[in-house]
């Protein structure tokens, strides 16, 4: 694992956003920051997968998480395998399972990118409503290149799910 990395303050143009990160550790429970919806309808613009390490995100090993009683995330589509590769636009499929004590609130669901984990949750419900069973997205539009998408969702007991979608992009 690599030691987190402390900046004083991180200033990132990219697209139609400026990102500023106060002073706190990368990567290793830095507050998640929300980036405005592209016009264009893309999840992630080239320049964002550079400057927030789109590809070096790809590449970390998954966090492990204690095991317990969370609800779970299934990814659908596309379908997950140890070096999946798509062309753009690309389906994308999830299903949320409950626990038997508490439902899903899909309010609470959240769509992480690369390396520094930036909030692109407003990129995806602009296209779909997300639901307690989940959501598809028929045309994920993500550039050429590594990715990691971090998909979170809680449930009524405040448990949260987490899985990682990392796709190659033709």
Do not use: C
């Not at 613009?45 to 070096?56: H, Y």
């Not at 590449?59 to 779970?72: D, F, G, I, K, Q």
């Amino acid at each position: 694992m690599k030691p987190a990395m402390p900046w004083a303050v991180l200033v990132l143009a990219a697209a139609s956003a400026t990102l500023t990160l106060a002073q706190g550790s990368i990567g290793t429970g830095a507050k998640h920051v929300e980036l405005a919806a592209l016009p264009t309808g893309w999840l992630v613009s080239a320049e964002e997968a550079r400057a927030f390490q789109g590809e070096e995100g790809y590449n970390e090993p998954p966090a492990l998480r204690p095991r317990a009683l969370v609800p779970l995330i299934d990814i659908l589509k596309p379908e997950p395998s140890a070096d999946t590769k798509v062309k753009a636009p690309f389906a994308i499929a999830v299903r949320f399972v409950g626990q038997a004590d508490a439902a899903i609130d899909p309010a609470t669901f959240k769509v992480l990118y690369g390396g520094f984990k930036i909030d692109i949750t407003n990129r995806i419900t602009k296209y779909v409503s997300v639901g307690k069973e989940g959501f598809s997205l028929d045309n994920a539009n993500i550039p050429a290149g590594k990715h990691r998408l971090t998909l979170q969702v809680q449930d009524e007991k405040q448990r949260v799910a987490e899985r990682e979608l990392r796709v190659e992009v033709e």
